[in-house]
Antibody, heavy 121, light 113 residues
Framework: QVQLQASGPGLVKPSETLSLTCTVS????????WSWIRQPPGKRLEWIGY???????NYNPSFKSRVTISVDASKNQFSLTLSSVTAADTAVYYC???????????????WGQGTLVTVSS | DIVMTQSPDSLAVSLGERATINCKSS????????????LTWYQHKPGQPPKVLIY???TRESGVPDRFSGSGSGTDFTLTISSLQAEDVAVYYC?????????FGQGTKVEIK
């Protein structure tokens, strides 16, 4: 049974870069789609982007100029970097897997335990 | 972007009673080529990650109690908990996977009356 665990600094200064890693256990990262999702306090969940087969990415246009998702297959990890952060990027960040079939990328399942990132000086 | 709107924002239901949550999408999430609605429901309990309850709008995930059911098509969907149990206290979200950016409803908080 695949499990995901997000990790990274809990505090980032404004204008700096947020970096998180999701470690995948119980399955290979070489298949499936791997996404990052976040939830700012009091707001709805927001999909950030995904990576597939270590190279194909798709980002939410709301983040497109600031976000990069990458894979380290040797460590079975994928990562999120979000540049030029502001207080509005304070959120619980989740990583999640998606399956795909017949050209459709499906729902998020499973999710990793979220990690709170606060942007503050 | 497809905007997902849930109603109500919260509801309190007595144990054993029915809870109904609605989700409306700003455009249809039904692919006519395969007659599937690209809509899923999640349950989110404090301190835990969201968990899939229903996908394809009405298919229950393995292991999910049959008191949970999903219905609807096109732009209007419903999650029903037929007999609310104490462990069902959570926030419930709908999400469309019809087109990117994938989007979520604002959530509905279910509590015990």
């Amino acid at each position: 049974q695949v499990q995901l665990q997000a990790s990274g600094p809990g505090l980032v200064k404004p204008s700096e870069t947020l970096s998180l890693t999701c470690t995948v256990s119980g399955g290979s990262i070489s298949t499936y789609y791997w996404s990052w999702i976040r939830q700012p306090p009091g707001k709805r969940l927001e999909w950030i982007g995904y990576i597939y087969k270590s190279a194909i990415t798709n980002y939410n246009p709301s983040f497109k100029s600031r976000v990069t998702i990458s894979v380290d297959a040797s460590k079975n990890q994928f990562s999120l970097t979000l540049s030029s952060v502001t207080a509005a990027d304070t959120a619980v960040y989740y990583c999640a897997r998606q399956t795909a079939a017949a050209g459709t990328v499906n729902w998020f399942d499973p999710w990793g335990q979220g990690t709170l990132v606060t942007v503050s000086s | 972007d497809i905007v997902m709107t849930q109603s109500p924002d919260s509801l309190a239901v007595s144990l054993g009673e029915r809870a109904t949550i609605n989700c409306k999408s700003s455009q249809s999430v039904l692919y006519t080529s395969n007659n599937k609605n690209y809509l899923t429901w999640y349950q989110h309990k404090p301190g835990q990650p969201p968990k899939v309850l229903i996908y394809w709008a009405s298919t229950r995930e393995s292991g999910v109690p049959d008191r949970f059911s999903g219905s609807g098509s096109g732009t209007d969907f419903t999650l029903t908990i037929s007999s609310l149990q104490a462990e069902d206290v959570a926030v419930y979200y709908c999400q469309q996977y019809y087109s990117t950016p994938w989007t979520f409803g604002q959530g509905t908080k279910v509590e015990i009356k």
